[in-house]
């Protein structure tokens, strides 16, 4: 069975950072493309970081030069590295596999953890 679990989500100042974590387990996440998404109070969720099988990776425009997508094969586990936090990054922060090594459609959700960057 394929589980996905996130953590590291916290309360932090604008200007912070934050690592995120999501632990995978029933597959290898190499083997798959693997996905950071968010979604903000009253908003739909919106897409943010892919990182490809072959290790290619991928960012939304608003997040591009502050954030980086990394995984540890050995621990299964994929991260967000969230750097010059912003208010407007405030949101449920969600990893999700996809079907396929280079992309397509979520498979499998974590159940997200919470990013909140206040002062």
């Known amino acids: 069975e394929v589980q996905l679990v996130e953590s590291g989500g916290a309360l932090v100042q604008p200007g912070g950072s934050l690592r995120l974590s999501c632990t995978a387990s029933g597959f290898a996440l190499s083997s798959s493309a693997m996905n950071w998404l968010r979604q903000a109070p009253g908003k739909g969720r919106e897409w943010v970081s892919t990182?490809?099988?072959?290790?290619?990776?991928r960012y939304a425009g608003s997040v591009k030069g502050r954030f980086t997508i990394s995984r540890d094969n050995a621990k299964n586990t994929l991260y967000l590295q969230m750097n010059s936090l912003k208010p407007e990054d405030t949101a449920v922060y969600y990893c999700a596999k996809s079907r396929f090594s280079y992309g397509g459609p979520y498979d499998n959700w974590g159940q997200g953890t919470q990013v909140t960057v206040s002062s």
């Open positions: 990182i490809m099988s072959g290790g290619i990776t």
